[in-house]
């Protein structure tokens, strides 16, 4: 699997970013496709995801409420919007994709395959 990411950059506290990414080589149909975040001095953070089979997403409880995701399944891209930012938020955002083990899931850290990674910095 393969990912192409864009979005990210520099926002003020209280702004507002959109990360998108498009996953390629994706041959199962029941999947995880979501984002992890690593700030510095902080671990690996799966803040979110959503699953292709049926849509349910999960938020970690540091964006839940700001941040929202959304898929494509047709064209294997997750959205991610990031609504009331704030300065620890700060911290390069991985795309991510997990395999379903027998229905299960295992979201964390290294994930099954990952993107290269987009810069979110917020100021103020």
């Known amino acids: 699997v393969e990912f192409v990411e864009s979005g990210g950059g520099l926002a003020q506290t209280g702004g507002s970013l959109t990360l998108s990414c498009r996953a390629t080589g994706i041959i199962v149909d029941d999947y995880l496709l979501g984002w992890f975040r690593k700030a510095p001095g902080k671990d690996y953070e799966g803040i979110s995801h959503?699953?292709?089979?049926?849509?349910?997403?999960f938020y970690a409880d540091s964006v839940k409420g700001r941040f929202a995701i959304a898929n494509d399944n047709a064209k294997n891209t997750v959205i991610l919007q990031m609504n009331s930012l704030k300065p620890e938020d700060t911290a390069v955002y991985y795309c991510a994709f997990a395999y379903s083990y027998s229905g299960q899931f295992f979201w964390s850290w290294p994930a099954d395959f990952w993107g290269q990674g987009v810069q979110v910095t917020v100021s103020g």
């Open positions: 959503i699953r292709s089979r049926d849509g349910s997403t």
